[in-house]
């Protein structure tokens, strides 16, 4: 009878443990339906008539204490001494930062356009001042105060002054053009019969038309990889172990070689064989069937085509999924919600347990044990002589029970000592005289207290 009672006794402590748990991580909502709450908020307002009413301060109040110093992500209403013309306030970065209201939202350009005035409305300066466009927080581009523009550089020469590659698709017109290097023409016409061409004069650059010879056009070639025949030809070819150009000087004739790569051939064209097996390669990667073998990185890759990602049930010392199994884990793990024990249906606390719950419990007859995370009953046998039972170091939350059980009387007690600079209900030990008497303590993170002997 009097372990059934000390059993229920358990029972009835854990169950209270349990719900002083889930209340700690409860929500709250103020207002209207109490009763439903948004799973994802910490704390709810509802009401078809009421609303949120902030905080109201004078302007110097955000640089006094306390408000000078509030964390970021804090709002506020400022408002002045007659408590009229309120704005919002947030705190960012360490700086209170006004809000800005409609009507001067208004006034800022929108990133989808505006509706404009051309006579009133521009992007600029009203002041000697550039107006700079940065893309990525670099200088993009710049319009002086004297309404030169800069393109890659921040002091412009000219009304439009570009440092770096342009590119026109148009027609360019220009009274006069100065280059300072190269020029590159692309598109230009083709053209069999004209002779005039563009020369320029090393020393001042500028450049001249010149008329040259028709005969400069043809059969004309100085030396083309060696070979200087005025009817060049190129061939293809396949000889070599590596790409090459082979030339017959004599006759004019290149030869490009692409070999066909195979034994001693490790660059050039693929066979068709060669092809076909990388086509045959080529396969679409599919889920295979949940494997319920560990494996040491969870997932592999298999089947008859070998494009099956195949994951595998986790155990003590290997990653992987979860099966309808028996199954171990290894690890430590953390549940944000609740959990429940056997039953399908969703807890109503942190921890529900549909059954029986089973306990580390263990017999102790030698005297200087140290209790460890592994241990919850300690059952000290002490019809031999008296024991001492060593705490572990505080933990906060930690729970044991000890036990005097055996016919050691009161001439052979049993001491429960806490480690280091820990305390049992405020002494060094606690002794246990009486057989078949026990003590139920838990730990703060600093000292050891009996909840229940």
Do not use: C
Request: aromatic content about 4%; cysteine-free.
């Amino acid at each position: 009878m009097n372990s059934f009672l000390r059993i229920a006794a358990r029972v009835t402590f854990a169950a209270g443990l349990f719900i002083v748990a889930s209340k700690a991580n409860a929500q709250m909502k103020v207002g209207d339906k109490p009763y439903s709450i948004n799973k994802a908020s910490v704390l709810e307002l509802e009401s078809d008539r009421q609303g949120l009413l902030l905080p109201r301060v004078q302007p110097a109040m955000l640089t006094a204490v306390p408000l000078n110093t509030a964390p970021d992500g804090m709002v506020v209403v400022v408002e002045d001494a007659a408590k009229q013309n309120q704005v919002l306030y947030l705190r960012k970065n360490g700086t209170w930062v006004k809000l800005a209201t409609l009507d001067e939202s208004a006034l800022n350009w929108n990133r989808a356009g505006n509706a404009v005035n051309e006579a009133t409305d521009f992007i600029g300066s009203t002041n000697s001042a550039a107006v700079i466009v940065k893309t990525n927080n670099v200088e993009a581009m710049r319009v002086a105060a004297d309404g030169r523009v800069g393109i890659g550089n921040t002091a412009p020469t000219e009304k439009l002054d570009v440092t770096g590659n342009t590119k026109v698709s148009g027609s360019v017109t220009a009274n006069s053009l100065d280059i300072a290097n190269n020029v590159n023409l692309h598109n230009v016409a083709a053209s069999t019969t004209l002779v005039e061409v563009l020369v320029i004069d090393q020393a001042t650059g500028a450049v001249n038309r010149r008329t040259m010879s028709a005969a400069a056009f043809n059969t004309v070639v100085s030396s083309f990889n060696g070979s200087s025949i005025a009817a060049q030809t190129l061939v293809a070819g396949s000889g070599g172990t590596d790409l090459n150009i082979a030339t017959n000087a004599a006759t004019g004739e290149h030869t490009v070689n692409i070999p066909t790569a195979g034994t001693g051939i490790t660059r050039g064209l693929l066979s068709l064989a060669d092809w076909e097996k990388l086509q045959d390669a080529q396969k679409q990667m599919v889920a295979g069937v949940f494997s319920t073998t560990a494996d040491a990185k969870g997932l592999s890759i298999g089947g008859t085509d070998n494009n099956e990602i195949i994951l595998h049930a986790a155990d003590a010392t290997n990653p992987g999924g979860v099966s309808t199994a028996t199954q171990a884990f290894g690890g430590d793990k953390n549940f944000a919600a609740n959990v429940t024990v056997g039953n399908t249906t969703t807890g109503n606390s942190t921890l529900n347990v549909d059954g029986s719950v089973a306990m580390a419990i263990k017999t102790v007859a030698t005297s200087g044990y140290t209790l460890n995370d592994k241990d919850n009953t300690i059952l000290a046998n002490a019809t031999a002589s008296s024991l001492v039972i060593n705490l572990p170091a505080a933990a906060v939350g930690r729970m044991y029970t000890i036990k005097k059980i055996g016919t050691g009387g009161i001439d052979h007690d049993v001491t429960v000592t806490p480690a280091g600079t820990a305390l049992i209900e405020g002494g060094a030990n606690f002794v246990i005289y009486n057989d078949w008497t026990f003590i139920t303590i838990q730990s703060d993170g600093t000292n050891w207290y009996i909840i229940r002997k």
